[in-house]
């Protein structure tokens, strides 16, 4: 993972790790570049970063985080090209090749271009955005207050569908740039959806609601139908091959 994100950052960004100091000394000797955020005492991945956040989140526009069994491909720089250009975007998000570890078959993750559905498919619980390859704006983050530990699968899907709601710009980008290892969240939730939503994120909808989450999710699954079908069928996907780690 490390050496995926080095492949891709250039001067202009930082490389930040978030965990105890003390059990990663030796990537401070391994890797002289990296800051180190020391988290002695948070409860998971989201007060982990809303903690890199608070310390480091003033000096920066643009931040992107991804776990330890995740990684970035070459291409992710292009997201971060299209920032360099335009920084009028809250966020700016690609697909991923989704995999289950030990490494076999390779999947592209599911695409629709019109994020203003988002919010209502997250509630309903059908997420077609992944935090692997998704580029936050930091002060739209900071000014909703962080990412919500309360959800403690899918705090980025929620922050993602608030951004979203306060009418943040959304540019999305139909090309693979991670890798998303599925494996884990297969072990961690039971819930509807790829990347797992938590049961409190679709309770109590309206009747509306949920006629207009069953339109998108209908159009969400066409648009996707393609893709659907070369999964049934087996294909690798070959782009893998090309990109590396």
């Known amino acids: 993972t490390i050496e995926s994100v080095i492949q891709v950052i250039d001067s202009d960004c930082s490389h930040v790790v978030v965990g105890p100091a003390d059990n990663l000394k030796w990537i401070c000797e391994l890797y002289p570049h990296i800051i180190i955020v020391d988290d002695y005492g948070s409860k998971g991945i989201y007060e982990a970063l809303n903690l890199a956040l608070s310390q480091l989140g003033s000096g920066y526009e643009y931040f992107a985080y991804i776990n330890d069994d995740d990684y970035w491909l070459h291409s992710f720089s292009h997201l971060i090209d299209h920032i360099k250009h335009d ?6 998000a690609g697909r991923v090749f989704l995999f289950k570890s030990p490494p076999g078959k390779y999947y592209r993750s599911s695409f629709f271009p019109f994020s203003f559905a988002f919010p209502i498919l997250y509630k309903i619980g059908c997420p077609f955005l992944t935090q692997q390859a998704i580029i936050f704006r930091v002060s739209d983050v900071i000014s909703l207050g962080g990412f919500d530990p309360k959800y403690p699968i899918s705090a980025d899907s929620e922050m993602i569908s608030s951004i979203i709601t306060a009418n943040g710009t959304v540019k999305l980008v139909n090309e693979c740039v991670a890798c998303y290892d599925i494996s884990e969240c297969d072990r961690l939730s039971t819930s509807i959806g790829l990347i797992g939503i938590d049961k ?42 090309g990109n590396g780690f």
């Open 87 to 92: 920084q009028t975007f809250s966020m700016i």
């Open 200 to 241: 409190s994120a679709s309770s109590e909808q309206s009747l509306a609601h949920i006629v207009i989450g069953k339109l998108f999710m209908l159009m969400f699954r066409l648009y996707n139908l393609p893709l659907y079908l070369r999964r049934h069928l087996g294909r690798k996907s070959l782009e893998i091959v």
